[in-house]
């Protein structure tokens, strides 16, 4: 479990620098120019996110149960997660409703994913990745809406027709197959 906490903590941690530390992050971008603080938060980012694709499994193994499993509720996460997906697409898709009227899919889109997930888990590694996740897309959201709104293009109903298919397609991708082939777990029970 130390090295999904680890994990956890350079992954979040760094992505948690613009929100809670700004002053210490110019600052850190003036000593290092900007390759160099890119480059630090890109290695720091790496070994984080490995840690917690090596860790969170070795977690799994002997699993600490915190409560019994509720049913109904992989089918309730599984729904949420098309709605992240959706959301996840907002952000990359051009021209899109979603994203002209929420401002910041992405971070939301992670916010719906991870309670997702908690709502269908029920173990300690379960709580600490994805209440980790959660606590950190409330913050970062919060952070960014205090921020001054970044320009969007004016949406269209094209963009956001292709917004929704492809997180159709990107939900459909993850749950019939790379969630079970990439991490051994059948979200919808197969």
Do not use: C
């Amino acid at each position: 479990m130390i090295w999904l906490a680890l994990g956890l903590a350079l992954f979040l941690g760094i992505h948690l620098t613009r929100a809670l530390a700004p002053q210490w992050r110019a600052a850190q971008i003036g000593r290092l120019g900007e390759k160099g603080w890119k480059g630090l938060y890109t290695v720091l980012s790496l070994v984080g996110f490995g840690l917690i694709l090596w860790g969170y499994p070795q977690a799994r193994l002997n699993p600490v149960v915190l409560w019994a499993p509720i049913r109904g509720m992989n089918h309730l996460a599984a729904l949420l997660v098309l709605v992240a997906m959706v959301l996840m697409a907002a952000a990359y898709v051009p021209r899109n409703h979603f994203k002209a009227k929420l401002q910041h899919p992405m971070t939301l889109s992670v916010k719906v994913w991870a309670f997702a997930h908690l709502i269908a888990n029920n173990t300690l590694a379960d709580v600490m990745l994805f209440g980790s996740f959660l606590v950190w897309s409330i913050l970062v959201f919060r952070a960014a809406r205090r921020r001054p709104a970044p320009a969007v293009a004016a949406p269209t109903a094209a963009g956001t027709a292709a917004t929704v298919v492809a997180g159709l397609a990107l939900w459909a991708f993850f749950a019939f197959w790379a969630h079970a082939a990439w991490l051994g777990i059948a979200p919808l029970g197969r």
